[in-house]
Nanobody
């Protein structure tokens, strides 16, 4: 079963940026869609972005939740078994633990990476 390791989180001020990485333990060429999720204290885990790979390294189909649309950008590098999440214009409500997984067939959740947005 594939496992994911998230990294890149940290403490930033409102309006700042972070780039998260999600490294898979196995080849991701056969996994069409991989997603980023987040979970804030006392709230349910929510999907914030996903990206679908159609077999062309220069072509993909991203999706974003309304809460992050226009601020976050998801990308993937299949050769490195890695999915990225570029987060810009961060707000306090973006504070959460961020995870990646497979929406259609979720594997075990990893440790996630903490993102804290505070002044």
């Amino acid at each position: 079963q594939v496992q994911f390791v998230e990294s890149g989180g940290g403490l930033v001020q409102p309006g700042g940026s972070l780039r998260l990485s999600c490294v898979a333990s196995r080849n991701i060429f056969r996994i069409p869609t991989i997603a980023w999720y987040r979970q804030a204290p006392g709230k349910q885990r929510e999907k914030v972005a996903h990206i679908t790979y159609f077999g062309d390294p220069y072509l993909g189909a991203p999706w974003y939740s309304d809460s992050v649309k226009g601020r976050f950008a998801i990308s993937r590098d299949n050769a490195k078994n890695t999915v990225y999440l570029q987060m810009n214009s961060l707000k306090s409500e973006d504070t959460a633990v961020y995870y990646c997984n497979i929406p259609e067939s979720p594997t075990d959740w990893g440790m996630g990476t903490q993102v804290t947005v505070s002044s």
